[in-house]
């Protein structure tokens, strides 16, 4: 395993939805994991967290088999957020928080809050009711808490698929700039051929539950 993996899958088999024979993800770029809906794509990332196990196989995470890990810790290392936001009620302030709370994190003032928001292009008041937003509002609401919680390694799924290609292409830029610029790690769902040509370090394709396809990983732009 060379020094820059971080991810490393060898003969994983998950029911029928999964086989994958031998998988590096590395440390530090982004990954774009893409095919067709219902090839496994999900299933993938929700192994990478340990949200679910392999019924055979090996997943190791930095050198230790995810069975060594405690879940709990190794999701608040490794955080992912699903394509159907998941809303906790109460204000936008509220909702952003909670995440930062469910991890035992200090809170933060409201200036840093409302310049999460910008980052996501997301032009609301702290004190606005969350659940009054729309998907494309609340997919960039669940987008700013994962960013608040500032984990090493961010699991993506489809987070652009309730926005437009403006609004997609503004947020991928501020996502890209600061995974790259505080060296995390980005591994993303994605559906977008422009997202994958523009921002993609590395690029996974899975049919079937089968990787067909994988670009060599580049250094960071």
């Known amino acids: 395993m060379n020094d820059r993996e971080l991810f490393h899958i060898h ?4 029911k029928d939805v999964l086989k994958i024979d031998d998988l590096s993800i590395p440390s530090a770029v982004i990954t774009c994991i893409v095919g067709e809906s219902g090839s496994g794509k999900t299933t993938l990332l929700k192994l990478l967290n340990h949200l679910i196990s392999p019924d055979s196989g090996e997943i190791i995470i930095e050198g230790r088999p995810v069975f060594e890990w405690n879940p709990l810790e190794l999701r608040r290392e490794i955080v992912m957020m699903a394509q159907t936001p998941v809303m906790f009620g109460g204000t936008v302030r509220d909702d952003l928080l909670v995440g930062l709370r469910f991890s035992e994190k200090p809170g933060v003032a409201d200036a840093r809050l409302k310049k999460i928001l910008h980052d996501v292009h997301l032009d609301k008041a702290l004190d606005a009711e969350s659940d009054s937003l729309s998907g494309g509002e609340k997919q960039r609401l669940s987008l700013a808490r994962i960013l608040l919680l500032d984990p090493p390694v961010l699991l993506l799924d489809e987070p652009s698929s309730a926005l437009d290609e403006e609004t ?8 890209a700039g600061f995974v790259k610029s505080n060296k995390k790690t980005l591994v993303m769902i994605t559906h977008s051929t422009a997202v994958v040509r523009e921002f993609a370090d590395h690029v996974i394709e899975i049919n079937n539950g089968q990787v067909v396809r994988e670009s060599e990983p580049i250094e960071q732009r």
Do not use: E, G, N, P
């Open 11 to 14: 003969q994983l088999h998950y």
């Open 168 to 175: 997609t292409r503004f947020i991928m830029k501020k996502l």
